[in-house]
């Protein structure tokens, strides 16, 4: 059974930073593409960022760039998002996804989210 596990949300003031955490079990994480991707009130869930299956390649928004940075940890099955010089816009629930195939059927997971909220 795939499980997906965030943390590390909370309130911060503009101009700090989060570190967000997924800890994944249920498949080998090692072989998959891990994503970030946030959804604010009122609009729809985007991507963040992306990471490799061997943390060698990531690719961020346009909005996040410089910013955030994603990694991971293949032995800890562990995908984080450092979340750096914060703006109220970041403001949103922030989701780690997975997209696995088995017998040639691939699924989407979603964890069930972290609240983070910029705001003095």
């Known amino acids: 059974q795939v499980q997906l596990v965030e943390s590390g949300g909370g309130l911060v003031q503009p101009g700090g930073s989060l570190r967000l955490s997924c800890a994944a079990s249920?498949?080998?994480?090692?072989?998959?593409?891990m994503s970030w991707y946030r959804q604010a009130a009122g609009k729809e869930r985007e991507l963040v960022a992306g990471?490799?299956?061997?943390?060698?390649?990531?690719n961020y928004a346009d909005s996040v760039k410089g910013r955030f940075t994603i990694s991971r940890d293949n032995p800890k099955n562990t995908v984080y998002l450092q979340t750096n010089s914060l703006k109220p816009e970041d403001t949103a629930v922030y989701y780690c996804?997975?997209?696995?195939?088995?017998?040639?059927?691939?699924?989407?997971?979603w964890g069930q989210g972290t609240q983070v909220t910029v705001s003095s």
């Open positions: 996804k997975a997209v696995v195939s088995r017998a040639w059927v691939t699924t989407d997971y």
């Open positions: 249920g498949f080998r994480f090692s072989s998959y593409t």
């Open positions: 990471i490799s299956n061997t943390g060698g390649s990531t």
